[in-house]
């Protein structure tokens, strides 16, 4: 197995997910068919339960084998991550309570660029992408990996206009859809980034039936314009369980 040089976008079939323990079953069928190993999310008491599980809360996977990690982040997945061969650097505040205290590491990385709102960055991640001359994209949504869809290292898919708007100044191809239609626990709704996410490179996972969201053919015919197929788990609705992150890739 290899380590993802960029986080979400592997080149080849990903061997390796990080998901939410509240996965649906079938979804979770769907990828071990295809051979893949799962390492689940558990959840985390400090935050609100409709994202206590969530992976792209505790953990910003920034590069090969280095994913920062939450000081609270839930042991046992982060153990679980460790056996794997990831080198855990934990950052320097703990996520807790609501917004904006739990959105420290719900980081996009897309390609070279990183959206974030860096008024909420932990200190030590912050360091670090400025360390290595990254282009921070600075936007008002501080969960910022839960509304990106990362198709590639120059394209999304966003629900959020802010985030839409950034991206397109900064040469990024975007495609806007409409808020809701996912759902997530307590709450109104959840977000495109947080149902999906790539398990190689031309076929994108998603976290129940995409083609009941009413901007299907846009969403789909925006994956083929890149050579993207569609894994969905037809007849549920989509559901955020806070990304599907690839880890590793054959």
Request: charge should be neutral; charged fraction near 25%; proline fraction near 4%.
């Amino acid at each position: 197995m290899k380590y993802l040089k960029f986080p979400y976008i592997p080149e080849s079939k990903v061997a390796c997910v990080l998901i939410d323990k509240r996965a649906y079953d079938k979804f979770i069928y769907e990828l071990e068919d295809l051979g893949i190993k799962i390492v689940i999310c558990e959840s985390c008491d400090d935050l609100y339960p409709a994202i206590s599980s969530h992976p792209d809360i505790f953990y910003f996977h920034y590069q090969d084998n280095l994913i920062f990690a939450a000081p609270n982040s839930p042991r046992k997945t982060t153990e679980e991550l460790k056996k794997l061969g990831f080198n855990i650097i934990f950052g320097e505040k703990a996520v807790f309570g609501k917004y904006p205290e739990d959105v420290k590491y719900n980081i996009a990385k897309v390609g070279t660029k990183v959206f974030h709102n860096f008024k909420f960055t932990d200190r030590i991640v912050a360091k670090r992408i400025e360390e290595d001359n990254l282009q921070r994209i600075h936007i008002k949504q501080g969960y910022a990996k839960c509304s990106i869809l990362i198709v590639n290292s120059n394209a999304i898919i966003t629900s959020d206009k802010g985030i839409y708007k950034k991206a397109i100044e900064n040469g990024i191809d975007s495609l806007l859809i409409s808020p809701g239609f996912i759902k997530l626990e307590e709450l109104n709704y959840g977000f495109i980034g947080g149902c999906g996410g790539l398990i190689s490179k031309n076929l994108m996972a998603f976290n129940g039936d995409i083609s009941m969201h009413p901007d299907y053919l846009s969403i789909k015919n925006f994956l083929k314009k890149y050579n993207i197929e569609i894994l969905n788990v037809a007849g549920l609705q989509l559901s955020d369980i806070g990304s599907i992150i690839p880890l590793c890739q054959e």
